[in-house]
C-alpha cells in the first residue's frame, strides 16, 4: 500500500496529475513518444513489480485508465503536472470513476490549504 514511487529523479504519489512519456515502436524501427496525461489512482505491488494506474476523461467524458510497469524500458520520463498528494485520504482512489469533475478538484483544493 504505496502512497508514493520513485521513477529516476521523479517522486509522484496516489492523487497527482501525471504526464507519462511512453515510447512506442512502431512498425519494425520506426518509434515515437506519445503522451498520457491524467490523475494517478493507485500504486500496487513491492520491489520491481511495481505499476501505476492513470486515469484521465477522454473525448465525450469516457474514462480512460491505463496501467503502466514501473521498471519498464518503455517510460521514457514521468512529470507532475499537479501535486494532489496532501489532499488524498485513501490509498486506492477508485471511487473516482464515479465522480465528476468539480467533485475531483476537492481532493486539490484541499491539498492547496494544507500546503498553505
Do not use: W
Not at 511495481?50 to 465525450?60: C, D, L, N, W, Y
Not at 469533475?101 to 498553505?116: C, G, N, T, V
Amino acid at each position: 500500500m504505496a502512497l508514493t514511487v520513485k521513477h529516476k529523479d521523479t517522486t509522484f504519489g496516489v492523487g497527482d496529475v501525471v504526464r507519462v512519456h511512453k515510447r512506442l515502436v512502431e512498425e519494425g524501427k520506426k518509434s515515437r513518444t506519445q503522451i498520457f496525461e491524467g490523475v494517478v489512482i493507485a500504486i500496487k505491488n513491492r520491489g520491481s513489480g511495481k505499476s501505476f494506474t492513470v486515469r484521465r476523461i477522454g473525448a465525450q467524458n469516457i474514462g480512460i485508465e491505463q496501467i503502466f510497469p514501473l521498471e519498464s524500458s518503455l517510460i521514457e520520463k514521468i512529470e507532475v503536472k499537479q501535486h494532489g498528494l496532501r489532499g488524498v485520504r485513501r490509498a486506492k482512489l477508485y471511487y473516482i470513476r464515479d465522480k465528476s469533475k468539480k467533485e475531483i478538484d476537492r481532493i486539490y483544493s484541499r491539498a492547496s490549504r494544507k500546503s498553505s
